[in-house]
């Protein structure tokens, strides 16, 4: 992607909609597209930004459909550069041909990302914004997707922007201190430059505090549903998707293999894994569906272990205790509370617990709450403005730990160690902005996209 003086092509939209749109930027984009679309008039700059109705051809004249075409001149378009948007009818044939006619008159190919790229190549978002238009397209639930709307609007790079901002005004006080230290200059106290660091380690921090809800929007959580057979593991799968997926019968052990599902719940993004119920048995497919459920528990984040409240008790609890490998991360569920005269009296499972009735929809509003909460991993009431990736995370982390070795050395009046630790986090926020990011950085995350955007 490194070549931005390629004008390039795409189809922008999904397939299966009544609408496709091909989108053509590059240096070269108004000549491409007046090689194959033809209206009453050209496609020029006395007509940009106007929907013209014409007709896409080929040259040999076999194929012809009507299309509406904009001009968006540089550097007022999504990529910066000269672009024309095609409109033609949706359909995987049609559009195919239309994107060949492009192809066929000097642009290429778009890679996934590449419209994007270009667009920060061109200054006309930073990284964390192109970072937003992914996630937007991703997002699974409404939460995510207005964090990942203000993402692209740039509040979490105008952040960082002002915290890198705030260092390198305090680097270059040290720097002219190296420079100029026989100078009688009008300098900074190091009380006001340490004020200034310590905001900046402030703002750092909370920037950081979200870093948990960042992770939870956009990468979700996979919780696994498991328990002895016959305890309404696939009932409870089953009520948490709002329809039936997994087969429920009174026989035990219906259930082999697991059962996987994507699921939102309270704006949380989850994959549900039902599992094979955990006993002693003889026959060889399940014992393989065991082994299978066994495997997820150790790779869940969440576990729900569903118990029965009709069964032997002590066994009951002894079997969940025996497989739970974080029971900070694990919800004892007691189903079938309808069953039983006084659900008060049932055992402590030395968890967190709820009691519930799948078959009565009651108790699941309180089960519901403490998924929420174990998700966060704390209290959780409202939406955050922002929530960084845990890429920003992980380069705000290097960033804060820099700051304390510049605020120690600046009191000590070591203005080259002070500007060593100051170079180091202010490359570090560089990297999320992309004003210091490598070619490898910015390949592996535009490599992420879908071909069009």
Same mark, same amino acid.
């Given at each position: ?267 949380? /993004?989850?994959? @549900?894994? &039902? *599992? ?10 399940? +014992?393989? !569906? #065991? $082994? ?50 006084? /659900?008060?009296? @049932?055992? &402590? *499972? ?10 009565? +929809?009651? !108790? #699941? $509003? ?88």
């Amino acid at each position: 992607m490194d070549n931005t003086a390629d004008t390039i092509a795409a189809i922008a939209t999904g397939t299966g909609g009544a609408v496709t749109v091909i989108r053509i930027s590059g240096p070269d984009a108004l000549h491409v597209s007046n090689s194959f679309w033809h209206g009453r008039k050209k496609l020029s700059t006395e007509n940009r930004r106007t929907m013209l109705l014409g007709k896409c051809k080929s040259r040999d004249g076999l194929f012809s459909e009507q299309a509406i075409a904009v001009y968006f001149p540089s550097p007022n378009s999504y990529t910066g550069e000269d672009t024309v948007e095609i409109q033609c009818h949706g359909g995987t044939l049609v559009s195919r041909k239309v994107l060949e006619l492009c192809l066929g008159s000097g642009a290429r190919q778009a890679n996934p990302g590449e419209f994007t790229f270009r667009a920060f190549m061109n200054g006309k978002i930073d990284l964390t914004q192109a970072e937003g238009v992914a996630e937007i397209i991703s997002a699974e639930s409404s939460m995510a997707l207005n964090l990942a709307e203000r993402q692209a609007g740039g509040i979490i790079g105008r952040t960082v922007r002002e915290i890198r901002s705030a260092l390198v005004f305090v680097l270059s006080e040290c720097e002219s201190r190296l420079d100029f230290g026989e100078e009688n200059l009008d300098w900074t106290s190091t009380d006001d430059l340490n004020d200034r660091l310590n905001e900046s380690s402030a703002k750092i921090g909370s920037l950081l505090k979200y870093k948990t809800e960042g992770a939870v929007l956009r990468e979700g959580i996979r919780i696994v549903i498991a328990g002895k057979p016959n305890v309404g593991k696939s009932s409870m799968l089953n009520l948490l998707l709002g329809y039936d997926r997994a087969i429920v019968t009174p026989l035990p052990g219906t259930t082999r293999d697991t059962v996987e599902e994507h699921a939102v719940i309270r704006n949380i /993004p989850v994959r @549900l894994i &039902d *599992t094979a119920g955990i006993r002693d048995a003889d026959d060889l497919i399940e +014992n393989k !569906g #065991i $082994e299978r459920s066994l495997s997820s528990i150790k790779q869940a984040q969440l576990v729900l272990w569903i118990l029965d409240p009709c069964s032997e008790l002590p066994a009951e609890i002894e079997t969940m205790k025996k497989h739970l490998r974080n029971r900070d991360s694990s919800i004892a569920v007691w189903n079938k509370t309808d069953l039983v005269k006084d /659900p008060s009296s @049932l055992p &402590d *499972t030395g968890i967190d617990t709820v009691k519930v009735s799948v078959e009565k +929809n009651t !108790g #699941i $509003e309180e089960l519901l709450d403490v998924i929420e909460k174990k998700a966060w991993g704390h209290p959780h009431t409202e939406e955050p403005e922002l929530a960084v990736s845990s890429r920003h995370a992980s380069l705000l982390e290097e960033a804060a730990e820099a700051i304390p070795g510049a605020v120690s050395n600046i009191i000590g009046q070591n203005w080259e160690l002070a500007a060593v630790h100051l170079r180091s986090a202010i490359s570090s926020l560089g990297k999320i902005t992309g004003e210091d990011a490598s070619p490898d950085i910015l390949d592996d995350i535009f490599s992420r996209f879908c071909i069009g955007k």
